[in-house]
């Protein structure tokens, strides 16, 4: 039995909300039940220095946590000077994900960076700023289209995670905090819209799993990510 | 004209919502028309280090903005690795302000930090701050005081602040960005529900400016700072 | 009573003395009693880079305090590795308040950084930066114009600041550290040689103060800088 | 065909020498090809301080390459004056990885750590750190068990650690650099000596990959590893 | 022939200022030429906590330059974030130069740190620095001895230091910076009063020098040092 | 007597490894005894910013222990966030010494990068630094020759360094730890291969010493590095 009630293969109350950053040229508040995050996609006019004259543009993404998003305060990063590992690992997944479904040269010597801010959290903080960020960006997309600046085939696919976990001996799909904190095994899935894998990290927590643990956890999140995708899609209608 | 319309002695419109954040013992998201600033209150059971054994508590703020709460994309100050002296200079006003209103024997070895984080910018983030971080303050006394951790006289009266400047040659009241940028003085006052003044930070940014017009500029705050401390009223019914 | 034994009026003794740094195109050291700040101006050819092709250049402030300048002594900046928030609060209003008398047109593609270290404190270091700081500007630009480097028009007025407060609930001009260290009230004004408000910093630091609070403190203040911008004269003389 | 010419389940040459460094308790150098890291065991007596008086101890581990194991040269972290992402990233994927087969109650509160620095980098830098690092660690454990500081259990299994990729659509083997940087996959297992999983790191770095891919790929790696399993029992033998 | 007119084996005007910090235990204001250097000694009632518990003190010196002190205006160590390597050897130089005539059993649990600002800078700064130092350090021990806070066998003997070059060809006394700048070699030396070396550094910045000027420049080094004493002791009289 | 039974003017067992690091254009790994450090040389094409337009290059160098080189594991300076003041102090040691014998000009407009890295320490660790940083600067070189990027007088001479010290009274040559650690003082000499003096750094850790003392460990200096340049001549053959 799941600390929340839900049935194994359930996730959590998900919604995506487009549009809400009065500055931002793309943004999508996303929750994934408790845990909020606010995702704004920012243009530049210019790629980083390394990719000038090559044709090429480039998404990456930013990730931060309010002090008082958690159950305890945390310091602000602001504050101690320096980015936790924690951060720096997260915001390179989540621009990894959403540069896996960009096609780069269609894009052109631009830049886009995705902010993930975290509101609130209760785990899967970094599941919902990638499945967020993606809307963002689109958006931004969009906005780009709407003045010429890029053509029609910048976004090749959707793309949204899902954390999935072995809690108590049973694979579960997108685990709240009660879970995560407590859960045995604890991977995180990247997946396509047309089911294409883009990143898996799964560790364990306690005892290390087997195969037949990987391809049920791969399952569950197959599932919640189509889902999600059906979610995404009926935000940017 | 104001660029907004207003009158000269009008305020954007003010919204204060309380219990905004599922972790945090008080909180607030605070609008002054188009800028939001999430205001949370978190308690630590221990003072800082050099209170220690007075009997006293403490008070204290800190104060960030989102990368993109802004018409460009600011860099992100964990990311640089410190605060901006703009930033240090406004946590450092509003941990003053609240503490203005507060007494710190009644509180007692106890550490409240108010995290203002700006969601979206248009002028008057640091006013806003102070406003809705009283209501956030408030909520985590009545949160104390629900656990009999102090007795009723920690808050001694209401504070807030607002903007003043003279904008195209006349004295006008909670300025938003598009006035700001423009304002040949530029003002903030923090004043409490009784009418004392906490705070005045007033800069000419283009030419000097004389007594009589910081006496407007004091007449238009303290109408602006009694329409917002009934707001405050109204929000902690 | 005062500490000092000195008039509610009365400034401390003041001593600005030109030409004090053999390298640096201006200088100016500056003592009000035992505060002593030693100014320096230093002419970069180059403007900001924000600044570039705009045709105007730039006054900006840096302060410091040595170590050993206060009562015990504080860490050296350069070690901790960042100025504190007091530091940066300071030396931003040094700059702005420089800034409100120089013509930057007139000034051209230029930078005048005004140096302000605090050889010894005893309350008033920042009042005693800006109106020393302005006689090492002052310097700077003579020095500009024997070698037609600009032309006569860069000052246009003098600027002059000091410190006021509520000690033991009566309104005094200039204080010293014993009387800073327990005023209810502390403010600081920058005000130009012909009276105009260039600047009016005003803290509760105990309880709230009034109106007629204010202005006992604004007339005082102008008359202190009214004898303060004749020492500037009898400076440049 | 793979740049190396090994067949796509062949590993490189690998060699482990034990003892390798007058100082630590513990040391291998470990060898992939021409990827060779030197990694050391440090004994501490107490653990950190968030487990002080919880029974229990931690093993932690630190990484860093040497500015010239590059092809090009980097800049060195310790100028830098921070740790990148990847470093943070792979440090933790260490600690986590060696964790996993230490019973951290028999250990007691102590904390080791194990310091992996890349003398020279051809690809499978992390592989190699984790592989090594169980003979450093396990040296270490020797040392305390010859000192009676620990009684017999304190390492429960084997780990080790080693790359898969999918290089021009073939799942192979343990990618140099030459491979690696062209993978259209890349993906990192640790795994222990009974074959249990304890993380899986897969990214697409070109296009997605697929759940038969993946299961190759694990196939792969529980070969290599098993081999390297039996390296390490030589080595300790 | 020198620049300055000097004779190889003159020093510039010297001057040896005690009493100059209100605030400071001990304090000089040294005078090498146009070099100036104003030295504190700040007592600490604590020692470092590596000496906690042994009995026995501790001397250390931090050294900084004011930004304009110099030609050219240096950017502030406190707004850069560190102090550069030149300003680290100087004050590890200053503190051990002292602690060699220190008996830091006699000083007991406490800690004096000599803190040396470049006000004017023309060459020998960290040679004015040691030499200014002592005199500062005398003073604290002085006050100490008056408050019956140590014994009279704290200082063991006088210690100065004193730069030597070769220029042009011909080994000369106290290096101002026109010679400096472009001086074949340059040491310091730093010798006690009975005429023991503490600390030699002679660096080659052109062509290798041989042990004859090495015995010539030590020759001149011991005069000046002599000289320099004799100031001390007058200065302490 | 000394704790490794050497003669008072025998160094330890010195080995120079060249051609060591696969990717670096210059490499040695040098052994004085049990101190072993990788020292290994990098070419850029473009000299740094404030030579470009000269017709000159430059040669620097880094250093660095790795943390557990050390009988107590030091932190990581990468960790810390900055290299120490000894760190930087024996960086620019190095890089002056291996600059005193090449000419710059003939170098042309590149830069030569001497990164050091001690793997095992037992004293001398700079010593060994520039006497192995020499090797992999030839070796650099040379490939530049092989390239024609350079003529045949780029390295004027050879250099080397060594420590002496006075240890229980008697100057004895080529300090390991255990000596280091206990010496009255301890000094480092660089020599280049016709037998000039490029730096002398001599420290009394204990009581001062004097012109015998100093012209005994300049004598056995001398023999020493003669002795260091036969073993680099071989090296290189």
């Known amino acids: 039995m799941r600390p929340s009630k839900r049935a194994a293969d359930a996730m959590r109350a998900i919604s995506l909300e487009r549009g809400v950053a009065k500055h ?19 243009l530049e006019e210019k790629p ?21 998003s958690t159950g305890d305060r945390m310091r602000r990063e ?9 951060t720096q690992e997260i915001q ?18 631009k830049q886009i960076t995705i902010d993930c801010d975290v509101l609130q959290a209760d785990g899967g903080t970094r599941t919902a ?17 709407a003045r010429q600046m890029v053509g029609p085939k910048v976004i090749r696919d959707h793309v949204a995670a899902v954390s999935v976990g072995i809690y108590r001996g049973q694979p579960v799909l997108d685990l709240d905090y009660a879970e995560d ?4 095994t604890d991977a995180n899935f990247v997946i396509t819209g047309s ?27 197959k599932s919640g ?5 059906e979610l995404q899609k009926l935000a940017i209608l």
């Open 24 to 42: 931002a040229e793309g943004s999508c508040l996303v929750k994934f039940g408790d845990t909020h995050v606010l995702c704004t996609a920012s």
């Open 225 to 229: 990510i189509a889902e999600l995708v």
């Open 78 to 86: 602001a504050a101690t000077g320096k980015q936790s590992g924690r």
């Open 181 to 184: 904190s407590e859960a045995e």
């Open 92 to 109: 390179r997944l989540i621009g990894r994900s959403l540069r896996a479904v960009v096609d780069l040269v269609h894009l052109g010597e």
């Open 195 to 221: 089911g294409g894998i883009v990143e898996i990290q799964g560790t364990a927590e306690g005892k290390p799993f087997d195969e037949a643990e990987l391809t049920a956890m791969l399952g569950l999140a």
């Open 48 to 68: 980083p220095a390394w990719l000038r004259g090559t044709g090429k543009g480039w998404v990456t993404a930013e990730y931060g946590m309010l002090p008082r």
């Open 129 to 145: 700023s990638v499945t967020g960020g993606f809307i963002a960006l689109y958006e931004c997309i969009e906005w780009m289209k």
